[in-house]
């Protein structure tokens, strides 16, 4: 296939208007290899409005600028920690010439690594690894043309448990990554394949979906354990030459291990050594503040993965009242009404408790839906307690005896 130009193809006179108008306005800030398809990435991401696509991009630029992306993040050195325990890997190429990433996501010790390293050294991590993806990608699309910019990744959830993500650190690293990937990393994904997914993964993908754009959602497939539908599906794009044979492949490293842990690394537990007593901490409450306009609601989405937890809550409304109520989906997609609906008003910070169930996905709701003339002003924290001894994360039993309840906050939504 002949070399990537900087010519595009697939797009109407509108949109190649847009992206003209689009590449005046950033001149001053493009480098060489700031071609035609990376511009189209930022102006897809905001539905083609040349100023929107403007902010964005140069939102992003001050972002990597602060993280020192095309400066000092190839030179950083990573923790040892890290090194060690961080899963991830790339085997080989789609048929198309893209980056194929395995992740196998039960060796992701997010428990051990957060109480090992900083939040912002294992965002520094990750952002290194899918820096030298996207690097891989380009130099692909040299010889296979722009189609092998985008990256496909497989995400392999055998053995996974969840409930380390119900643990307030774990979860809101999940949600900033959400975040940071939105922003700065748009129409990068090809594929993303999540396999030998359990079922209560369900309700999970539901509450991390509502801060996934929509086109990342779209490219996203979610399995059981089927290994024929989705290997079916995973081979259609990769060579069976270019996959480990534990995924349906041919492939297997020099040891002759199925899964090619030489080239994917397999992360695991991490060792209380590298511990730091700089653990997080969930002490600190803030309330969290929202406007709920007239005729609308405000849901705060908890995830329950425990038969006995505890949903508790404290909020207030700042003038007159808004309606509160808590429903459950299981995870059949059934949903019922726990709770309410009442009316609580201008007063007293309303305080309270009910014992929840899961695995089940909990949302907490603010009602303001009668209101036709005043928005309402809310504050609260709510959050699922979750027994720490039942998190299955210590390495001796008797540490789970003295362990306190880790809890489940919120910050819009919690996994």
């Known amino acids: 296939m002949a070399p990537m130009s900087n010519a595009v193809v697939g797009i109407d006179d509108d949109q190649r208007f847009a992206?003209?108008?689009?590449?005046?306005?950033?001149?001053?800030?493009?480098?060489?290899?700031?071609?035609?398809?990376?511009?189209?990435r930022w102006l897809r991401a905001r539905q083609w409005n040349p100023e929107a696509a403007e902010k964005m991009l140069r939102d992003s630029l001050v972002w990597r600028e602060k993280w020192g992306i095309d400066t000092t993040l190839d030179t950083w050195k990573a923790p040892e920690a890290l090194e060690k325990h961080f899963p991830s890997g790339t085997t080989g190429f789609d048929k198309e010439g893209s980056p194929v990433?395995?992740?196998?996501?039960?060796?992701?010790?997010?428990?051990?690594?957060?109480?090992?390293?900083?939040?912002?050294?294992?965002?520094?991590?990750?952002?290194?690894?899918?820096?030298?993806?996207?690097?891989?990608?380009?130099?692909?699309?040299?010889?296979?043309?722009?189609?092998?910019?985008k990256v496909t990744v497989l995400f392999d959830l055998e053995g996974f448990n969840i409930r380390q993500y119900a643990w307030k650190p774990a979860a809101e690293m999940v949600f900033t990554l959400l975040q940071i990937y939105e922003a700065n990393y748009p129409e990068i994904l090809k594929k993303c394949f999540i396999v030998n997914a359990p079922k209560v993964?369900?309700?999970?993908?539901?509450?991390?979906?509502?801060?996934?754009?929509?086109?990342?959602?779209?490219?996203?497939?979610?399995?059981?354990?089927?290994?024929?539908?989705?290997?079916?599906?995973?081979l259609e794009m990769i060579d069976r030459e270019q996959l480990p044979a534990h995924y349906g492949g041919t492939l297997v490293d020099e040891n002759g291990d199925p899964r090619c842990s030489l080239m994917v690394k397999p992360g695991g537990k991490v060792p209380k050594s590298y511990y730091s007593k700089n653990a997080p901490s969930e002490q600190n409450k803030e309330y969290k503040r929202v406007t709920v306009k007239t005729g609308e609601k405000h849901s705060v989405d908890l995830l329950c993965m425990e038969e006995e937890s505890v949903l508790k809550w404290e909020f207030g409304v700042d003038s007159h009242d808004?309606?509160?109520?808590?429903?459950?989906?299981?995870?059949?997609?059934?949903?019922?009404?726990?709770?309410?609906?009442?009316?609580?008003?201008?007063?007293?910070?309303?305080i309270g408790f009910l014992p929840v169930t899961g695995p089940a996905t909990y949302s907490v709701i603010f009602d303001n839906k009668s209101a036709y003339l005043r928005n309402k002003k809310v504050f609260y924290d709510v959050l699922i307690s979750v027994p720490e001894r039942d998190l299955n994360m210590s390495d001796e039993p008797e540490d789970a005896l003295e362990a306190a309840d880790t809890t489940q906050n919120t910050e819009g939504a919690q996994l």
Do not use: C
Not at 32 to 37: C, G, I, T
Not at 105 to 126: A, E, K
Not at 322 to 348: C, M, Q, T, W, Y
């Open 201 to 234: 993964f369900s309700l999970a993908f539901s509450v991390i979906k509502k801060f996934m754009h929509e086109y990342t959602i779209s490219k996203i497939k979610i399995y059981g354990t089927d290994e024929r539908k989705w290997q079916a599906a995973v």
């Open 19 to 40: 992206l003209m108008k689009f590449r005046r306005s950033v001149r001053d800030v493009l480098k060489p290899e700031h071609n035609d398809h990376y511009l189209l």
């Open 101 to 149: 990433i395995v992740v196998p996501f039960v060796g992701l010790d997010v428990w051990g690594l957060l109480h090992s390293v900083t939040r912002t050294d294992l965002i520094r991590m990750i952002l290194r690894h899918l820096e030298n993806y996207l690097a891989s990608a380009s130099k692909q699309s040299l010889v296979h043309g722009p189609n092998a910019l």
């Open 322 to 350: 808004i309606k509160f109520l808590i429903k459950r989906k299981d995870e059949e997609g059934n949903e019922s009404l726990v709770h309410g609906p009442r009316k609580v008003a201008e007063g007293p910070v309303d």
